[in-house]
C-alpha cells in the first residue's frame, strides 16, 4: 500500500509510473468485481441501507487506521476541495451504494455487472465534454468491444431479471458516472487518500439514519454476512477506491474508467472459483472481449 499512498505528482509518466497505474488499477478493478459477487451473497441478510452504512463505516475506520501509519498526519483541505469530496462522497460512496445493493436484491452479480459498466461509457462522454481530454478513435472503439463483452456475460448470466433491479443498476451506473467526474476534479485538489477517507466518513454520516435499523438487522444477521459486509468496507471499498484515486489522479478520467469494463469479466471468475458457478462459453468470450476492450481503448 506504500505507493498507493503517495500525494505528490509525478512531473512525467515513466515506466515506472505506468506500471504503477496499472497495477493500481487492476487491484480496484478485481476487488470490485468481488464486490458483486459478496453483495448477492448477504443480500438475504442486511438491507441496502444498513448494509451501505456498516460497508462505509468500516471502510472509514479502515482508512484512518491507514492514515495514522503516516508520520505525521497532516489533512489539510480547503473549502473548495471539502465540497467537492463531500459531493462525490454523497452521490458517489453513499447513492451508488444504496442503489446497487438495492437492486442486487432483485437481478444477478452478472446483470448487476453489466449495468452498473455502463458508467465508463457515461464517463468517457462526460469528461471528453466537460474536462477537455476529448474523443479518441481507440477509446471509442475499445469502449464499444468492450460493452459487448460485458454484454454477452449479461447474455449468459443467469438469475431472475425484472425491471425495478435492472432500474436501480442504472441509476448506480449514473450514480458512478457523476461521482467519478466530481472526484476527478477532487483530485486536483486533495490527495487520494485524503480524498476517500474523508468521503467516507461523509458517506457515514450521510447514512446514519439507517443505523437503528442496522443494529436490528445484526442482531439476527449470521456471522458469515457480519464477515461479508466487514470484507466488502475494507477491501473492494478502503483499498479499492484508494488504489482507483490514485490512478484517477494520474490518468484521464475517460481512458481510465474504461478498465472497469474488466469487472464484469473478474465477477464471472470469482464466481466460479468462490461459488462453484462455472461460467458458459458466452461468458468465457464476454470476458476476453472485455479484456480486449480495455486494451484498445488504452492504446495512443
Known amino acids: 500500500?506504500?505507493?498507493?499512498?503517495?500525494?505528490?505528482?509525478?512531473?512525467?509518466?515513466?515506466?515506472?509510473?505506468?506500471?504503477?497505474?496499472?497495477?493500481?488499477?487492476?487491484?480496484?478493478?478485481?476487488?470490485?468485481?468481488?464486490?458483486?459477487?459478496?453483495?448477492?451473497?448477504?443480500?438475504?441478510?442486511?438491507?441496502?441501507?444498513?448494509?451501505?452504512?456498516?460497508?462505509?463505516?468500516?471502510?472509514?475506520?479502515?482508512?484512518?487506521?491507514?492514515?495514522?501509519?503516516?508520520?505525521?498526519?497532516?489533512?489539510?483541505?480547503?473549502?473548495?476541495?471539502?465540497?467537492?469530496?463531500?459531493?462525490?462522497?454523497?452521490?458517489?460512496?453513499?447513492?451508488?451504494?444504496?442503489?446497487?445493493?438495492?437492486?442486487?436484491?432483485?437481478?444477478?452479480?452478472?446483470?448487476?455487472?453489466?449495468?452498473?459498466?455502463?458508467?465508463?461509457?457515461?464517463?468517457?462522454?462526460?469528461?471528453?465534454?466537460?474536462?477537455?481530454?476529448?474523443?479518441?478513435?481507440?477509446?471509442?472503439?475499445?469502449?464499444?468491444?468492450a460493452l459487448g463483452g460485458a454484454a454477452l456475460i449479461a447474455t449468459a448470466a443467469t438469475g431472475q431479471r425484472n425491471w425495478a433491479g435492472v432500474l436501480l443498476c442504472l441509476l448506480a451506473a449514473v450514480l458512478y458516472a457523476a461521482g467519478v467526474m466530481v472526484q476527478k476534479v477532487a483530485l486536483r485538489h486533495v490527495d487520494g487518500l485524503t480524498a476517500i477517507w474523508l468521503g467516507c466518513v461523509v458517506a457515514t454520516v450521510v447514512l446514519l439514519p439507517w443505523a437503528p435499523q442496522l443494529i436490528g438487522e445484526l442482531r439476527a444477521a449470521s456471522?458469515?454476512?457480519?464477515?461479508?459486509?466487514?470484507?466488502?468496507?475494507?477491501?473492494?471499498?478502503?483499498?479499492?477506491?484508494?488504489?482507483?484515486?490514485y490512478a484517477l489522479r494520474r490518468m484521464d478520467a475517460g481512458r481510465l474508467t474504461t478498465v472497469t469494463y474488466a469487472v464484469p469479466a473478474a465477477s464471472v471468475l470469482l464466481s466460479w472459483l468462490l461459488l462453484g458457478e462455472i461460467p458458459t462459453l458466452y461468458g468465457l468470450i464476454g470476458g476476453a472481449l472485455c479484456l480486449a476492450g480495455v486494451a484498445i481503448s488504452r492504446r495512443r
Open 1 to 145: 500500500m506504500t505507493d498507493l499512498l503517495e500525494t505528490t505528482r509525478p512531473a512525467g509518466a515513466g515506466k515506472t509510473d505506468i506500471g504503477k497505474i496499472a497495477a493500481a488499477a487492476g487491484l480496484a478493478v478485481v476487488l470490485w468485481g468481488s464486490s458483486f459477487v459478496a453483495i448477492r451473497g448477504i443480500a438475504h441478510a442486511l438491507s441496502p441501507g444498513p448494509l451501505a452504512l456498516l460497508r462505509l463505516a468500516v471502510a472509514a475506520v479502515t482508512l484512518t487506521a491507514i492514515a495514522l501509519t503516516r508520520r505525521p498526519v497532516r489533512v489539510r483541505v480547503t473549502r473548495t476541495a471539502f465540497l467537492l469530496v463531500a459531493a462525490y462522497a454523497v452521490v458517489w460512496l453513499a447513492g451508488y451504494t444504496v442503489a446497487l445493493n438495492a437492486g442486487e436484491q432483485h437481478v444477478d452479480a452478472g446483470t448487476a455487472a453489466l449495468l452498473v459498466n455502463l458508467a465508463p461509457l457515461l464517463v468517457a462522454v462526460a469528461a471528453g465534454k466537460f474536462l477537455g481530454e476529448g474523443f479518441s478513435r481507440s477509446l471509442v472503439v475499445g469502449s464499444l468491444v
Open 223 to 245: 456471522g458469515t454476512a457480519v464477515l461479508g459486509a466487514v470484507y466488502l468496507g475494507v477491501f473492494p471499498t478502503a483499498i479499492g477506491f484508494t488504489a482507483w484515486a
